[in-house]
């Protein structure tokens, strides 16, 4: 994360111009002009030291613009930033693209507690357990909610609790607040698990945004739900969200 300030002297060293990458999701290249040097993280953690490199073509050198954040990803909206947006569709195996929706959702969720940039196959393997090598999914069980790290995914039945749709949106809101970003689930059609990071004022599920594993996009809870899950009638019934924020 990367903060702007007013320069005083030395204004043409501080030039910049952003380069687009993805304008839907705000995501551009830092460029120092007089020099063609681009701004550059040591890594994904908290304070990690920032340097002008050259052109790598790196996803380490694309930026986000986005509100003011509090450490840890929190803000005034409730925004918290995922460092990557995953497709199910774009992984290889059919029964993935299809039915992939909770792994994906939970990479991504994975992504921004462990601050690593994985990928839509990054949990293709096992991870070791008290009770032996488990697979992280597959196409007759599939997600387990662990992660590749090895903690779990909890999974949180207070959503149904909330008799309207209204309730439903505060209690995902309060989640969000706390630096966690729910994945949410809708049971119409086949059933879709969406990842909730921002919200808007108001209180309906157009005022939730998700990242959608369907396509990888920024969409709202709403749109998400009329795509996959035949409307918003039948409301969140599931919740499932990491044990803490990093």
């Given at each position: 994360m990367c903060d702007f300030?007013?320069?005083?002297?030395?204004?043409?060293?501080?030039?910049?111009?952003?380069?687009?990458?993805?304008?839907?999701?705000?995501?551009?290249?830092?460029?120092?002009?007089?020099?063609?040097?681009?701004?550059?993280?040591?890594?994904?953690?908290?304070g990690a030291s920032l340097?002008?490199?050259?052109?790598?073509?790196?996803?380490?050198?694309?930026?986000?613009?986005?509100?003011?954040?509090?450490?840890?990803?929190?803000?005034?909206?409730?925004?918290?930033?995922?460092?990557?947006?995953?497709?199910?569709?774009?992984?290889?195996?059919p029964w993935f693209q299809g039915n992939g929706c909770a792994v994906t959702a939970g990479i991504m969720a994975a992504a921004y507690r462990d601050r690593?940039?994985?990928?839509?196959?990054?949990?293709?393997?096992?991870v070791t357990t008290s009770?032996?090598?488990?697979?992280l999914w597959n196409s007759n069980k599939g997600y387990t909610w662990l992660t590749k790290n090895g903690w779990s995914f909890i999974l949180d039945t207070e959503v149904a609790k909330r008799p309207t749709d209204a309730e439903t949106v505060a209690y995902i809101k309060s989640i969000i607040d706390t630096g966690i970003p729910p994945i949410c689930y809708c049971p119409g059609g086949k059933g879709h698990w969406m990842l909730a990071f921002d919200y808007t004022s108001g209180s309906s599920f157009e005022d939730i945004i998700i990242i959608d594993p369907a396509d990888g996009t920024r969409k709202s809870l709403a749109a998400g739900m009329n795509l996959s899950c035949n409307g918003t009638s039948l409301g969140i019934t599931k919740i499932r969200k990491a044990p803490s924020k990093h």
């Open positions: 300030f007013r320069v005083s002297g030395n204004e043409r060293d501080a030039l910049i111009d952003l380069l687009t990458v993805d304008a839907t999701n705000n995501l551009y290249r830092i460029k120092m002009i007089n020099h063609n040097l681009y701004l550059t993280p040591a890594s994904n953690s908290n340097t002008w490199e050259s052109a790598s073509g790196a996803d380490n050198q694309v930026w986000q613009l986005c509100t003011t954040q509090t450490s840890g990803g929190g803000s005034t909206s409730g925004k918290i930033v995922i460092p990557v947006w995953l497709s199910q569709k774009n992984h290889p195996v690593e940039n994985y990928t839509v196959t990054s949990f293709d393997g096992y009770d032996g090598n488990i697979k």
